[in-house]
């Protein structure tokens, strides 16, 4: 699945396994898609993805949203990155979004 800047999300659990569900803006949603961006350098251990997939989220949130001082503090930016698998296939892309997710800062198994 592929999700594109503007695109909201509903948070899915089953088992450990975290994945972001499409809806639409208009229904109660957990999050919001503000950027995609592309990794850089070899594929890394899961918390050096983490600590990049972060850090180029939070500096592209402002692009989005020009007042993110006036989002709910309940919200956070939160993202997914490819498995390793996923980018030995060639998909090297973090989708980042703002919202109120229960888990930050892991692999988007399910995106």
């Known amino acids: ?6 695109d909201c999300v509903t948070s899915s659990q089953h088992n450990e396994v975290y994945s972001a569900v499409p809806v639409s803006c208009s229904r109660p949603h957990d999050g919001e898609v503000f950027a995609t961006v592309a990794l850089t350098g070899s594929s890394g251990a899961d918390d050096v993805l ?7 989220c939070s500096d592209r949130l402002t692009d989005y949203v020009m007042d993110d001082w006036s989002l709910p503090h309940t919200t956070g930016v939160n993202y997914y990155y490819p498995t390793r698998e ?8 973090t989708t980042c979004f703002r919202g109120r997710f229960l888990l930050m800062f892991h692999p988007g198994i399910g995106v």
């Not at 983490?50 to 180029?56: I, L, R, V, W």
């Not at 996923?86 to 892309?93: L, Y």
Request: hydrophobic share 35%; aromatic share 4%.
């Open 1 to 6: 699945m592929s999700l594109a800047v503007g």
């Open 50 to 56: 983490a600590k990049q997939s972060y850090h180029q």
């Open 86 to 93: 996923v980018q030995q296939a060639g998909n090297r892309t």
